[in-house]
């Protein structure tokens, strides 16, 4: 077999997607194709007091303005996990009395052409009257703050705790040291490459067909169909074609997704929707935004006896669909990472504001986790005077105290930390840093290491997942999958697993996803999930493969059969029989739906770890920092694909490092969104980029899958915001800072801490 399980085979999709072949949702066009525009708030908060849309219909081209009272028999976008109570913050699919943050969506405007909605859009009328803003969470849990909404007691609608407060707190009040910071986490955009963009098509009888980029089609179905729609789900179909980048972002369903199927039932056409990027910057939801007070109490030898954590996250002006459970369920219990801490209290405040909805985004929880606790260590560290290794050291648990129950309802299963952080000081040349340190400062250059070591939950709440097979007559094997590539390379480690599995060639096996009538099973992408669960479904799907092939093969040969490299074998006699004569033989026989399913059915997630080492220079001068060294030892567990792993994680450390010191969505005090184009947010660059990562694993098998993989998507983001920050940190001699490190940030510590180039 050419490729197998463990080689770095090249993408398969590439050659599709890298001359132009690939097939987005706007490339699509449908007979008679109408287009849709969504007219937006321009206030952050205000009462509509009525809407006029006569001129708008009068617009040669525009067939159709469809306001709140047109769809008001759907149901709103659903949050999926709410955790306020009664307190509901319904965001319905046109807003009906008020709106709520800048880009709220108040009409829909459908014509024959773009130009047309577009001009129609304009046309609309909509009378306003602006309310009091909360712009951020200062102003929202402020004594007093006027309320978003208005059967909330305030703008904090819940608190979420874990771990032991009264027992950490008693643990720091005897601590021969504390060390205290105030972290914040910058709100942030997801930028994918490829906009959102959604068409509609109904027809009677057949139902209704959404074709969207997504990161699964069979949630998205269910939801838009049980929550907005009230229609059986048999009549929704969601399809998925290519994904120009998703980052948890398109996970979730949004106004246009419902409007344009609407629209297609209403005017007997298909309608599609097209974001612009200003659309994209106003309305996608944002990541991060959350503001800690954390705590870490040490005794004299630098051992961690507490850690405490007290966190307000931002959830925008409405709970989004996963938004309350982001830096609670999904990063809260991972809070202190894998060190040996005796007591831990993490507790969370929901606050709304009068800005866009805050839900997953690369990482969902994790980074942010584990930026809290590395910038905290490290401080730590500082302070009681010990190097930044050295106190991880004494700290980091060790295999032989493995299995280990964090305190917060998780239960580290396997891992060597140590040897994880001494190999990566070896892959960063630790002990020659004084040496480039001097040379740096010879040039008036200030040279900073950081450090971070990182834990993360991969596929935590997941219990199953599925694949289906159909066997063509030519021995083409066609593999769908309940998860959905929006960049990752699924289709080449499925067909990579599969084919190792079969003893076949990789073109031989054909993987599809994406179509809810093709697949309407499958958890979605999400969560670093896909291989543990994706890849578990191919292995099951696989064996029962086989298991049908051999009956039939037995049959057809009078004879028991043993199966190898594609053929089987009877024992009685040479003859054999391969995919494509048992597939010719008996259609469809060889055809059929596996599930893969964790044991007990008790979620089984997976813990990545790794430890990023991050140089950076900064020029006292200008406040300009750039990565000169980039060094990483990751625990992925089985790597099937490690060039796809470390592409993976190179797309991560842009992320990671785009958040430390550039990216930030910035909002007024009217809940104007100031940085609503890249013209004013901030991307990072290929320049921004390292010019190499020093790239190894040191891996322990996952326990809790049949590949023994752990995720590996959103890895290199957790590490590398802690550790590019920690670096900047040690450059400006200890100074805290807080993302993103702007040059003009930069420049003024550096001044006003007298690192000028004489130091």
């Known amino acids: 077999m050419k490729f197998g399980t463990g080689q770095s085979t090249l993408r398969v999709e590439d050659a599709r997607l890298l001359t132009g072949l690939g097939t987005y949702t706007d490339d699509l066009a449908r007979p008679g194709m109408l287009y849709g525009?969504?007219?937006?708030?321009?206030?952050?908060?205000?009462?509509?007091?009525?809407?006029?849309?006569?001129?708008?219909?009068?617009?040669?081209?525009?067939?159709?303005?469809?306001?709140?009272?047109?769809?008001?028999e759907y149901g709103p976008i659903p949050c999926l996990v709410p955790l306020s109570g009664d307190v509901k913050t319904p965001r319905v699919l046109l807003a009906d009395d008020r709106v709520r943050f800048v880009g709220d969506g108040v009409a829909f405007i459908v014509a024959e052409t773009r130009e047309a909605a577009r001009a129609g859009a304009e046309a609309v009328w909509v009378d306003y009257e602006e309310l009091p803003v909360v712009a951020s969470m200062d102003d929202a849990i402020a004594p007093g703050a006027p309320k978003i909404w208005s059967d909330a007691a305030s703008n904090s609608l819940f608190d979420w705790q874990v771990g032991d407060g009264d027992a950490a707190a008693a643990a720091?009040?005897?601590?021969?040291?504390?060390?205290?910071?105030?972290?914040?986490q910058n709100r942030v955009a997801p930028a994918s490459m490829e906009v959102r963009a959604a068409l509609g098509e109904y027809e009677d009888g057949a139902g209704f067909t959404l074709t969207t980029g997504s990161q699964g089609v069979?949630?998205?179905?269910?939801?838009?169909?049980?929550?907005?729609?009230?229609?059986?789900?048999?009549?929704?179909?969601?399809?998925?074609?290519?994904?120009?980048?998703?980052?948890?972002?398109?996970?979730?369903?949004?106004?246009?997704?419902a409007l344009v199927l609407h629209a297609a039932r209403a005017l007997g056409r298909p309608v599609k929707w097209t974001g612009e990027?200003?659309?994209?910057?106003?309305?996608?939801?944002?990541?991060?935004a959350m503001v800690s007070d954390a705590a870490l109490a040490l005794d004299a030898d630098g051992k961690i006896l507490a850690l405490q954590v007290e966190t307000w996250s931002d959830l925008g002006a409405y709970q989004a669909q996963f938004g309350p459970a982001i830096q609670t369920m999904a990063g809260g219990r991972i809070m202190g990472g894998?060190?040996?801490?005796?007591?831990?209290?993490?507790?969370?405040?929901?606050?709304?504001?009068?800005?866009?909805?805050?839900?997953?985004?690369?990482?969902?929880?994790?980074?942010?986790?584990?930026?809290?606790?590395?910038?905290?260590?490290?401080?730590?560290?500082?302070?009681?005077?010990?190097?930044?290794?050295?106190?991880?050291?004494?700290?980091?648990?060790?295999?032989?105290?493995l299995p280990h129950a964090n305190g917060l309802g998780l239960t580290y299963d396997v891992g060597n930390f140590p040897a994880v952080l001494e190999r990566a000081k070896v892959v960063a040349d630790w002990d020659g840093f004084a040496a480039r340190q001097t040379e740096a400062l010879r040039r008036g250059m200030r040279l900073g290491r950081g450090m971070a070591y990182y834990v993360e939950i991969a596929g935590g709440g997941g219990t199953e997942e599925h694949a289906d097979v159909r066997v063509a007559a030519d021995g083409l094997i066609e593999m769908a999958v309940g998860t959905q590539s929006n960049g990752q390379g699924h289709e080449t480690v499925y067909a990579q697993v599969l084919a190792a599995r079969l003893g076949i060639?990789?073109?031989?096996?054909?993987?599809?996803?994406?179509?809810?009538?093709?697949?309407?099973?499958?958890?979605?992408?999400?969560?670093?999930?896909?291989?543990?669960?994706?890849?578990?479904?191919?292995?099951?799907?696989?064996?029962?493969?086989?298991?049908?092939?051999a009956d039939l093969a037995s049959a057809d040969l009078g004879s028991e059969v043993d199966y190898a490299d594609g053929l089987f074998r009877a024992r009685a006699s040479n003859a054999t029989a391969s995919w494509a004569e048992l597939a010719a033989r008996h259609p469809g026989a060889l055809d059929g739906r596996s599930r893969y399913q964790t044991k007990e059915g008790k979620p089984a997630p997976t813990f990545p770890n790794g430890c990023h080492i991050a140089e950076v220079e900064l020029d006292p001068d200008?406040?300009?920092?750039?990565?000169?060294?980039?060094?990483?030892?990751?625990?992925?567990?089985?790597?099937?694909?490690?060039?796809?792993?470390?592409g993976q994680i190179h797309g991560g450390i842009a992320q990671g490092l785009g958040q430390a010191v550039l990216e930030n969505i910035v909002y007024d005090d009217a809940g104007q969104l100031i940085t609503g184009s890249f013209m004013d947010y901030g991307i990072p660059r290929a320049d921004v980029m390292p010019s190499a990562v020093a790239f190894e694993t040191l891996n322990t098998p996952s326990p809790t899958n049949p590949l023994g993989v752990k995720g590996c998507g959103e890895a290199g983001t957790i590490g590398a915001m802690p550790s590019v920050m920690n670096a900047i940190i040690d450059a400006l001699d200890g100074q805290q800072v807080e993302m993103p490190a702007t040059p003009e940030k930069l420049w003024r510590l550096a001044q006003n801490f007298g690192l000028d180039r004489a130091a």
């Open 37 to 72: 525009v969504t007219l937006r708030s321009p206030y952050a908060h205000a009462e509509i007091k009525s809407i006029d849309i006569s001129a708008a219909l009068d617009v040669p081209g525009v067939l159709a303005v469809y306001t709140h009272a047109d769809v008001a």
């Open 172 to 184: 720091a009040a005897g601590a021969a040291h504390v060390t205290r910071l105030r972290i914040v």
């Open 505 to 549: 060639e990789m073109d031989q096996i054909r993987i599809v996803q994406g179509d809810s009538d093709r697949m309407d099973v499958g958890g979605g992408t999400g969560g670093s999930r896909s291989m543990a669960f994706g890849g578990g479904a191919v292995l099951q799907c696989a064996d029962d493969m086989i298991a049908r092939g």
């Open 622 to 646: 200008t406040g300009m920092v750039a990565v000169t060294r980039y060094s990483i030892v990751d625990d992925f567990g089985v790597l099937v694909n490690p060039m796809l792993v470390e």
């Open 338 to 401: 894998v060190y040996r801490i005796p007591h831990i209290h993490n507790l969370v405040h929901g606050v709304v504001t009068n800005t866009a909805p805050v839900d997953a985004y690369r990482g969902a929880g994790r980074p942010e986790s584990a930026y809290i606790m590395e910038r905290l260590i490290e401080a730590a560290a500082r302070d009681i005077g010990i190097g930044v290794d050295e106190i991880r050291a004494r700290n980091l648990l060790t295999p032989a105290e």
């Open 277 to 288: 990027r200003s659309d994209a910057f106003q309305t996608d939801t944002h990541g991060r």
């Open 218 to 257: 069979v949630s998205m179905r269910r939801e838009l169909a049980k929550a907005i729609l009230k229609v059986p789900t048999e009549q929704v179909r969601v399809v998925t074609h290519d994904v120009g980048g998703g980052f948890g972002m398109k996970s979730f369903l949004y106004p246009e997704y």
